[in-house]
């Protein structure tokens, strides 16, 4: 992130609102002396600030926010400065009551809240372009401003006249001809065939409108992220017509489901993104790993540093449980995302706001407003640490390991009606794979079928359904050269369009599996089986391992089974299988197993591969391992997420770990 900012530190600080605070400039003063002793060096500001900026139509005030902009540049403080798309004054919708978006149901919503907005609303886009274009020309160019900080948190949906007529474009575009698109589809099923693009509608309820043909569901998520993208361009134009080149972002969301945001890698400089975990929920170690996995795939996206552009150093008040973070938590939570590859720690908000949906959410300053606070302490130990740190010259986390997470075949695999339709088990899967690999003393690159997979030694993709942008011809060439490639049940089945391939599955890849895959049996809930361990495979894994949830039966061709069913009517036949193909190896993973067999599982083919851990010593459970590069040296981050005392033996570190401690080595 820093090679793109030109900045060599780590930045500290969040999201300020002094518009809110104008009237109280005692209270912007003790601000700025506050964040100074708690080192922070940058805040984004005027995310929501539209109101502040245009008060009635084209009259436009902007010198409150320079007065502001140069007060803390002369304290050594950064802006990262937001367009104000998220939430648009209410003149603006009283006027234009079609900028308003209309609801799945055809209803068009009221002003409030914010993002309720219709991206492709013409009149909308004229107000943001000119909005966006009147604050760079004006500020654009101030030297206390270093990055654009595009709307808030993008998302929703608008089903509109004119997003429907968009839409119909959008496919015309991609399909070229209206037969075409019917052969894709396969809409002769159900008596759906189209005569031309004009008659295709957006999905609706159940009650109004399709809701239960894949292809559509599925193009339509697609054209969503496409309009979005395109909104967030014109966004990003107004700013260059304005002369002004400086790097932009914005902040994505964790594991949001309504975007692709692989999509946005080629208009955003900087990945940025907002993490509010849900400490204390469960055990804090899971949801590390579940945090860990979200921090590598925003990295994944453009395979670089990204920013913790929103997080919380205690209670988030919008969960359904405010719960207060313990000591040390927020220090440990944020260089855990340094760990990961940010070159960041920053939060919503700076100061807690004395009215609104978030006056009771966390803050760096708390409404009592002085030092001798426990969070503020806690925030200015972390400033110090990440002062202590230096240089991070963008460093890179050195990985081997790729994980395929791809939101298209996510979307068809939530929307496929079968075998599942409570839950398909994509994030417990996930998760449990992922931790395995962790656990493993790996780091870890989220990537999706688009990307290319040289240059890594193990590929992991479980639940890939839907193969796109070549993946199986990707998968083919890296086992040949020498590559270790994982997958589970359920694997290569449909097309890009979530058509059914025909003939045998996996579609262009039995060879390389070494196997068919013939029927998937969906347990009902509270089903457990048992895989049981083959004669001839490794002592890595135990004897027999529980599964629930899903499992795929097989046809072994020149494959090796490690497991096989216990019992059911498929007792004794392959769920584990590894077949070799060119230079390098397939591993099937017929069944959703409990996490014990995917940890002995990666532990035993990290080692049969030769990769590089982090470190060769197993770590106590609790404590999560990473590395990244400060400077020329591999640091290694120990953490230590639990309420306990951890005690450590390792080359890189011998001692104890207090409850949510980190201790950072040097790499042996």
Known sequence: MNDVIKLDNFLFGGDYNPD??????????????????ARVNVVSLGIFAWSAYEPVEGEFHFEWLKEIIDNLYNNGIYTVLATPSGARPKWLADKYPEVLRVNKDRRRIGFGMRHNHCHTSSVYREKVYIINRKLAETLGDHPGVILWHISNEYGGECYCDSCQKAFQNWLKDRYQTIDRLNDEWVTAFWSHTYNSFEQIEAPGTMELGEWAMNPLLLNWRRFVTFITKDFMKNEIKALRDAGNQKPATTNFMYDYDGLNYKKFSDIVDIVSWDNYSRWHKFEDIEVAYDTAFQHDLMRGIKHKPFMLMESCPTAVNWQSISKLRWPRLAE????????????????????????????LHGALISSYGEKDDRIYEECVSLGKRLEGLGRCNSGQVPVQTAFVYDRENIWALEDSFGPRNKDMGIKSLTNKMYKGLRRANLNVEIVDMEDELTGYKLVVAPLAYLHRAGFADKVRKFVTAGGVFVTSYWFGIVDEDDKMHLGAVPHELTDVMGLRETEVDGLFDGMKYKILKAQGATDKLKEEYSFDMLCNLVE????????????????GTPAVLVNEFGEGKAYYLGAHAEDAFYEDLFDYIVEEAGLDRIIEEKLPYGVELSSRYLGDQEKVFLQNFTRNEIAIDTKVYNGTLKAYETVVCDKC
């Open 332 to 359: 440990t939570a944020g260089l855990q995302a340094v760990a990961h590859g940010s070159d960041t720690v920053m939060y919503f908000q700076m100061r807690q706001a004395r009215a609104g949906m978030e006056k």
């Open 20 to 37: 809110q605070w104008l009237k109280s400039p005692e209270i912007l003063k003790k601000d700025i002396e506050m964040f100074v002793e």
């Open 556 to 571: 072994p061709t020149t494959a090796k089974t490690l497991m096989t069913y216990g019992s059911d009517f498929y007792a």
